[in-house]
Structures are given as C-alpha cells and as structure tokens.
C-alpha cells in the first residue's frame, strides 16, 4: 500500500489562520516537502511540529520528487507546503503532484489560506467566472502578449505581482485592457491590509513606492463592450468559441447571435480581417 501525499496551506501572513487539521497531519506524516526549510521551521516551532522536513524547491524539484515518489511508494506519507497559501499556486509542488497521480498514489488536500481567492471574494467584482492568471511573464514582449490575449477573457482575472514591479504593470496593464475597473488587495490577512479600488490607470497613479504584498483583480471583458468595438472583437469571438470547441461555422453562428447580426455578416467580417 502506497501513502499520501498531502497538499497542505499554511497561512499567508496571520498565524491564526492556519487550520487544525494542518497541524495534525503535518505532525503525523513521515515527511514534509517544503520550499523553504528555514521559512518552514519558524512555522513548525510556533505549532510544536517535529517532522521531518526536506527542501523542495524549483532547483531541486526532479530530483528530490523522485526521491518522495519512492517514499510514497514505499507506504510513507508526505505532506508538501509552500512558503505561504497553498502549495502548487505559483509555488512549487504541481510536479510533484503529476508525479504521483501518474503512479497512482492518492492526493489529497489540506485546504486554506490562499491570496488570490480571498483577493477576489472581497474585491466586489464578478466572483461567478474567473481566471487566475499568476505572474505575468518578467520579458516586456512576452508580458504584452499575455495580456493581450487575456485582455479578451470575460472574467474576472487575478493576477500576482511582486511589489518593485506592482507599478510598471499595472502601467501596462492600463494600456492593454484600457479602463476597466480593478482593485489592488494589499497585504492581506496582515495588519496593514487594505483594497485599493479605481481604475487600472488611476491604481497605477496612485501607487508610488508600494510595500507588501499585492493581489491585482481585474473585472473582465463583457459582451456588451466587445460589440462597441471595432471589427477585431468580433474575429476574438468567434476565435473563443473556436478554442472552446466549436467549429468554424458554429463559432460563427454564436458570434451572429452575440452581435445581432447575420452569419454572412461576420463571414464577410473575418474575410476581411483574413481570419
Ligand atoms: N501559494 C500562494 C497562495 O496560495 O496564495 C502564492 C505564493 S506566490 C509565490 C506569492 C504572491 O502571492 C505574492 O507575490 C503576492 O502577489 C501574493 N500574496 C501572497 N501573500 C499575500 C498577502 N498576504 N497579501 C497579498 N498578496 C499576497
């Protein structure tokens, strides 16, 4: 019998928000996998865990994952933890997860604290469709792209940032998603927490020297604005509806029903553009 491996939170600022049940497996497990073993010790002292722990980071990722996978395989359990939140969001520990669902090893969640979520539940945009977008690319030409082809998602996106680049970014930003509504959680669950609210450019203004750590939320792209706009919008349509599955022909009847128009009149469209 294989053991499990565990995906367990810790807290991303305020101590008391880790969970019982963290402490109680991470006090019964053979092993924790952690990003920082430094960080992690402060953590386990506060809570009396005695663990073991071993270093798990994206520098050693492959080697010490097959060194865990074997454990696990060997009937041990491992629970892995990040610096803060959850593991395997933009931290290390998605790898080794592929790893052991591959080998047929259970998984299993100790859920908590996470920054994007509790961004977005009390950012008062849209909460019904988003989309988690993480670090934008650290290349200039490779960020623009991925927010160009996030500026047409029609969901609320989340995004990380460090604080030395909060301030170029959401510059950036601005320019690619035009005014749209944001809001900028800062040093959440910490002492210092606030939500900053405006739009993108008036955020990026307002924001001189920023401290802490942030969590941008972004309201989407709605419908109704892509029909104000130009003809691209429409070829974005009906390329969404494409990369969601459909046909040429049934993207382009969707996209007629969207735009009120005929499906010769957006055939005519693409043509145009040359979609
Ligand atoms: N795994 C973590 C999670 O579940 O949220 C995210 C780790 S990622 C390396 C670190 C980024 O998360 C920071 O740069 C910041 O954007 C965001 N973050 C983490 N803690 C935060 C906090 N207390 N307040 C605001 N943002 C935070």
Do not use: W
């Not at 859920?111 to 988003?130: E, Q, Y």
């Not at 996106?157 to 320019?175: G, Q, S, V």
């Not at 401290?211 to 941008?216: A, L, Q, T």
């Not at 989407?220 to 969601?244: H, L, N, R, Y």
Request: glycine share 6%; net charge negative.
């Amino acid at each position: 019998m294989s053991g499990t491996l565990y995906l367990c939170a810790t807290p991303i600022g305020n101590l008391d928000d880790m969970t019982f049940r963290a402490i109680k497996i991470l006090r019964e497990v053979d092993l924790i996998a952690a990003e920082d073993t430094r960080h992690t010790r402060k953590l386990l002292t506060h809570f009396e865990i005695h663990t073991p722990m071993i270093r798990f980071d994206e520098n050693c990722k492959s080697i010490v994952g097959e060194k865990i996978l074997q454990r696990l395989q060997a009937g041990e359990s491992v629970a892995v933890v990040s610096d803060a939140g959850l593991p395997a969001i933009s931290d290390p520990g998605a790898d080794l997860v592929k790893l052991a669902v591959d080998a047929g090893i259970k998984v299993s969640p100790i859920p908590g604290a996470n920054a994007a979520l509790s961004a977005l539940i009390c950012s008062g945009l849209d909460t019904t469709k988003f989309l988690f977008a993480g670090f934008a690319p650290k290349t200039k030409k490779n960020r623009r792209e991925f927010l160009q082809k996030l500026s047409t998602v029609d969901a609320t996106i989340i995004f990380y940032e460090a604080p030395h680049r909060l301030k170029n970014f959401l510059t950036e930003l601005a320019e690619v998603f035009g005014q749209r509504q944001a809001v900028l959680a800062r040093e959440l669950t910490k002492i210092h927490e606030e939500f900053l609210h405006g739009e993108i450019s008036e955020l990026a203004e307002k924001i001189s020297e920023p401290r802490g750590e942030f969590v941008i939320v972004v309201e989407g792209k709605t419908f109704s604005e892509q029909i104000e706009t130009p003809d691209e919008s429409i070829s974005a349509v009906v390329e969404k509806f494409m990369a969601d599955g459909l046909d040429k022909k049934s993207a382009m009847r969707e996209a007629a029903k969207i735009f009120n128009v005929s499906r010769r009149e957006i055939y005519n469209k693409l043509l145009s553009l040359e979609l």
